[in-house]
């Protein structure tokens, strides 16, 4: 006979949300559910006395299996948990969509168990989902218009509960409960409704099912009139911007013209994972975007919300983690080119379009398949779609071009855009262009190094000291990775462009020698000289924004240069380690046709 594992008497909490997979629960809803159930155990145990990592949980979907430990006491539990898990509860369903919010059946029994490799096992569980599943404590819940209902065992009841008077006994009544191979009783009370002062509270009586929960409106009509005047007359340019980072853009929404549309469409959205609302979070982040006087109302009611709701340590937490948008922020469009790995006449393109500054990576568009020559027209496309999902903002854009090395010497400075209406319009009229390596992007393990040169020219605005002259051959003294490795430099001019597929037979590379040493700018000219390109340089390194800013000071002296002049075939790669895409790159494409 095999070893029977040692009985340990524990008090036995199962809990079932009801009508789980009722028909308006989405899965994003079921989601919801599921993640505000967890919520809600946690801190009704915790409040009930018990230690949530010393009871052992067991996940049943639509509902959790609870084993909590004998010192916990069974008295202090059923005085306790009841008005817990309905405070809880009525707070979830306050800040979630009516398909999002909850009821719950809680059985409750005690009794010795024993654990094997697969799970707690014993009758004192079989009796307690037998409790759990009475259909009477099912149709009592939905009909009653409360939010809980508990059962408890015969044995619970008689030992624990009619003991004590703080556990309210008179207010759980017996019901018959026949389920499977189990016939007998239990004992049900129904908790956490909500009546006006001086009535009755409901009878548990026949009548019509009640498909909403009754719970306490987040918004009442009074606070609705106060926040509409306060948001009527309110205007920001950033408001796509702010509505994206109150919901964390977990849904797609439309766009709002106003503040206070935007406001009425979220206050029907479902709250985060640690509970704050999206239409609460959206309050707090136009307080920081107005004037005194508005921001000052809308932050006190916002704090107000928040210490109701038990929130007030998780929106520190948030403020604390939260990036302040930039006085003048800027939206990223990164396009990757990926080469064919037969024929370099193909490739694949790729794009990652930003919505909001300071979130990174987005969702990637595309990949598409094509012929090297047709790159330019096809990313008019992307940029031109690009700019009618960016309409309602008023943000500046900048263009990045992730590409392969064969592909760095093509004019990307040159490209247009807009070739449908017959006049194309060069792209460096409306964006900072920067230029990047795939190579870099797909190798992870230069990265820390690359990562740790960034800073370091973003902590100290680089000068032309800190850009490595390299010259002709036969003024070099020591190979050029050799030369690198010294963490002042934070660029490389290059003596002429770097080789499509280099000889490494030929001595250091240095285009490779830059990116294994993590310089994060390399520039280099066609035809200008090691002194003219010093200069170059040294111009476009040194102003607001150090390196971050070579870019924009690239494209100025670009539109501000003549015909002849030598800045506009100066080749500018600059790689910033804040905006990458997965160490793998681009994924294969899923289509060849045109972009949808």
Not at 84 to 104: D, K, M, S, V
Not at 123 to 137: G, K, M
Not at 543 to 570: F, K, M, Q, W, Y
């Amino acid at each position: 006979m095999p070893h029977s594992p040692p009985t340990e008497h524990r008090t036995i909490v199962a809990v079932d949300v009801a009508e789980f997979t009722r028909p308006d629960r989405t899965v994003a809803d079921q989601i919801a559910v599921q993640e505000g159930l967890y919520g809600v155990l946690r801190a009704a145990l915790t409040a009930a006395g018990a230690v949530v990592d010393e009871c052992d949980i067991e996940d049943r979907g639509d509902g959790a299996l609870i084993l909590i430990p004998p010192s916990v006491s069974k008295s202090e539990l059923a005085d306790k948990l009841p008005d817990r898990l309905a405070a809880e509860i009525r707070r979830h369903n306050a800040t979630h969509a009516r398909p999002a919010q909850f009821t719950l059946r809680v059985g409750l029994h005690a009794g010795d168990i024993r654990k094997n490799a697969n799970g707690w096992v014993g009758n004192a569980v079989v009796q307690t989902f037998r409790i759990l599943d009475s259909e009477e404590a099912k149709t009592e819940l939905s009909r009653s218009g409360q939010l809980v209902a508990f059962i408890a065992s015969s044995y619970f009841y008689d030992e624990v509960i009619s003991q004590d008077p703080g556990s309210a006994p008179e207010s759980y009544r017996r019901i018959d409960v026949s389920v499977k191979s189990f016939d007998g009783y239990a004992w049900l009370r129904l908790h956490g409704g909500r009546w006006e002062a001086g009535a009755s509270p409901p009878a548990l009586v026949a009548g019509p099912a009640h498909d909403d929960v009754v719970v306490r409106s987040l918004f009442p009509a009074d606070e609705m009139k106060v926040l509409e005047a306060l948001l009527s007359g309110v205007e920001t340019d950033r408001l796509p911007m702010l509505v994206r980072r109150a919901t964390r853009a977990r849904i797609p929404l439309p766009r709002f013209h106003s503040v206070w549309e935007a406001f009425l469409n979220l206050a029907d959205v479902n709250a985060d994972s640690d509970g704050i609302p999206p239409a609460i979070e959206l309050l707090e982040l136009l307080a920081e975007e107005l004037g005194a006087d508005t921001a000052a109302e809308l932050t006190e009611w916002v704090s107000q919300k928040i210490y109701n709701l038990r929130r007030t340590e998780q929106r520190q937490e948030r403020r604390e983690s939260r990036n302040p948008i930039p006085e003048q922020p800027f939206l990223h469009l990164m396009i990757v080119v990926e080469l064919d790995a037969i024929d370099e006449t193909r490739c694949v393109l790729s794009f990652w379009r930003q919505e909001d500054p300071l979130e990174w990576p987005p969702p990637r568009g595309g990949p598409y398949e094509l012929a090297v020559g047709e790159l330019e027209r096809r990313i008019d496309e992307v940029i031109v779609k690009a700019e009618s999902e960016w309409s309602d903002q008023a943000v500046s854009v900048a263009l990045e071009f992730v590409m392969p090395r064969p592909l760095l010497q093509m004019p990307i400075m040159a490209w247009r855009k807009e070739y449908g209406s017959g006049y194309p319009r060069p792209l460096v009229y409306d964006y900072p262009l920067a230029l990047r390596s795939l190579e870099r992007m797909r190798s992870a393990h230069w990265h820390r190094i690359w990562r740790m040169r960034w800073e370091s020219a973003v902590d100290d605005t680089p000068s032309i000291r800190r850009i490595h002259p390299y010259g002709p051959a036969e003024a070099r003294e020591n190979p050029i990775d050799a030369v690198l490795s010294e963490s002042t430099w934070v660029g490389m001019v290059m003596d002429e462009p770097p080789s499509a597929h280099p000889d490494p037979s030929s001595g250091p590379d240095a285009l490779t020698a830059a990116l294994r040493a993590g310089v994060p700018l390399v520039v280099w000219h066609p035809r200008a000289s090691a002194e003219d390109l010093r200069d170059l340089v040294g111009r476009l390194v040194t102003g607001e924004g150090g390196i971050s800013g070579v870019p924009g000071r690239h494209r100025a002296a670009r539109l501000a240069a003549t015909e002849d002049d030598l800045i506009r075939n100066l080749v500018v790669l600059l790689d910033d380690p804040n905006r990458k895409i997965g160490p793998g790159g681009p994924p294969p494409p899923t289509s060849s046709g045109g972009l949808e």
